[in-house]
């Protein structure tokens, strides 16, 4: 999957309309795919997404300032690593097509076997509201599957 061009024009589109644009040298769209990044580059912060083909859905995005290296890199992959993350929110879903060998020592294989990572690395200097503006836009087109309460999701 390549998300570049799309979650380029929606970071552009929606902060141009704003009048603070986020030009294109600020920021850059990693596809990472299958792998795990192995740190979040100095004076970066970033939004990452997580992509399920085989139910064509987002089930994660979420962000990290330029301090977060280890939510950036693993915490997602571990269920019991922080109070929120997307392995932990795997394990609890009934309704997760092939998830039926998954348990707490091999969900973070799973994920890096069956989801695709496509990261947005922005300047730190463009500060927090930039960051809170590129992961709103995402969670807005998208929704994804594990943000917010489900009771308030249609």
Do not use: C
Request: net charge negative; aromatic share 10%; proline share 4%.
């Amino acid at each position: 999957m390549n998300f570049e061009n799309e979650f380029s024009n929606i970071i552009s589109k929606v902060s141009k309309t704003l009048g603070k644009e986020i030009t294109d040298d600020s920021f850059q769209i990693l596809n990472i795919g299958h792998t795990r990044p192995t740190t979040l580059p100095k004076g970066k912060m970033a939004v990452y997404t997580f992509y399920s083909d085989e139910s064509d859905e987002f089930l994660k995005i979420g962000k990290v300032g330029p301090n977060s290296n280890t939510r950036y890199t693993s915490q997602h992959y571990q269920p019991k690593s922080s109070k929120s993350n997307l392995a932990s929110s795997i394990l609890k879903d009934a309704t997760l097509v092939g998830k039926e060998d998954i348990n707490e020592e091999n969900v973070g294989q799973w994920i890096l076997n069956n989801l695709y990572r496509t990261d947005i690395i922005l300047d730190a200097d463009l500060g927090p509201f930039a960051l809170d503006l590129v992961e709103a836009s995402l969670h807005y087109v998208y929704q994804p599957k594990y943000e917010g309460y489900g009771s308030q999701r249609k």
